[in-house]
């Protein structure tokens, strides 16, 4: 039994952060039914990563990821008996939430004055860059334009070089899990109150929310943080890695690396000197740990109690020792896509296991929920297909 076992909730995304937040639900019990449009499906089928680089829509990696343990129904929700379907849908569901585009909800006649009016009991979440309101509503928007938008942008790389882009889609995740949160809370008031209501998230607000110290700083001091320059970010013999030392750190670090005549030396008294004579200290700490491996280095800093850490790739946090004694990744078999390792559950709880099943193939449950949801009887469900409805 899941934490939201109970809980059915209707799941349409043409992004990342929709799939990613009921991703989470599915995995606490919740039925999530996904809408994909016929023929196609969901955008994120045609994202990958593919095996072998060739592209399958029930193949792609990022659709599998996002979206285990949910149900598939195809629907057009550009024709009116697509909408229809969905209405009654929704009659019979606690959550609808979504992360389209403010165009492409009018396309859908999806909004919450509707909902509200004849779906008293359901929360709706929407997910945008901007909000659904004020003057950058409408705007276009992906990852790197919300983070320059955001100011987050200019807090990252190099002060001496142009500014970086975060990887992956971390800021979609970040949406998702507020999203996650509010619409869990919105659940809690809807159930003991019988009312729904609207969750609107705000990818642009998340960033700031995440941020919020730069904007303090503003407030407090009158002045914008600026990059810095990161001291001891140094290669080794098989990649890179970072030393932090914080203050009370210094002590342990010049212990461990043989240098205890520079713990009170004027240069590197605290932090800031530390980073004013940077490239002398960094030639410093090349000349004792350079020649070691980056493993070797992380676990001698840290036997040491020295913040310190080497910058793993994809394949050294895969193969981690610490991971996999904790059971972090499980596999899960799929048709088409064979068994393949996803990261697991980002919290773990004492009594209750999150549930881990595959995702679905297009429009692999359509048939089950209009007959045993709605309803529907084989002549109407042929008649949908031929009018390419479903």
Not at 183 to 195: D, H, K, N, Q
Not at 237 to 246: L, M, Q, T
Not at 324 to 341: K, S, Y
Request: charge should be negative.
């Amino acid at each position: 039994m899941g934490f939201l076992e109970g809980v059915t909730v209707i799941e349409i995304s043409e992004n990342i952060s929709a799939s990613a937040c009921t991703k989470w639900m599915a995995a606490l019990g919740a039925e999530v039914i996904k809408i994909e449009p016929p023929g196609e499906g969901d955008t994120t089928r045609r994202m990958g990563p593919f095996p072998s680089d060739e592209p399958h829509p029930e193949k792609s990696g990022l659709f599998l990821y996002l979206n285990t343990g949910k149900k598939s129904v195809t629907l057009d929700l550009e024709k009116k008996e697509g909408r229809e379907i969905l209405a009654e849908l929704l009659k019979k569901v606690h959550l609808l939430i979504e992360d389209l585009e403010i165009g492409r909800k009018k396309k859908f006649k999806i909004s919450y004055r509707k909902i509200e009016k004849e779906f008293p009991h359901l929360v709706y979440t929407s997910i945008t860059p901007f909000g659904e309101s004020g003057p950058y509503s409408r705007y276009k928007a992906e990852a790197i334009i919300m983070e320059a938008a955001s100011g987050m942008l200019l807090q990252h790389g190099s002060p001496e070089r142009e500014p970086l882009k975060m990887g992956g889609h971390v800021i979609y995740y970040r949406a998702a899990a507020s999203a996650f949160c509010g619409s869990i809370a919105a659940l809690i008031y809807a159930e003991a109150t019988g009312m729904g209501q609207k969750v609107e998230v705000s990818i642009q607000e998340v960033l700031l929310h995440d941020d919020f110290i730069t904007i303090e700083a503003f407030l407090c001091r009158g002045e914008e943080i600026r990059r810095r320059f990161a001291p001891m970010l140094l290669p080794c013999e098989d990649g890179w890695f970072y030393i932090r030392a914080f203050p009370h750190e210094w002590p342990r670090l010049c212990k461990a690396l043989g240098i205890e005549e520079l713990e009170k030396d004027e240069r590197f008294l605290d932090m800031q000197k530390r980073a004013e004579n940077a490239e002398t200290l960094n030639q410093i700490v090349l000349n004792k740990l350079g020649n070691l491996k980056k493993e070797e280095i992380y676990h001698l800093l840290q036997k040491n109690r020295i913040s310190a850490a080497y910058l793993a790739s994809v394949e050294d946090v895969f193969w981690s020792e610490h991971y996999r004694t904790r059971g972090f990744f499980v596999t899960i078999d799929h048709p088409f896509a064979g068994a393949l390792e996803y990261p697991g559950s980002f919290a773990s709880t004492d009594d209750v296991e999150w549930i881990h099943s595959r995702a679905p193939l297009l429009g692999e449950h359509t048939v089950e929920i209009l007959e045993n949801r709605l309803g529907y009887d084989k002549s109407s469900i042929v008649r949908l297909r031929q009018l390419g409805v479903i």
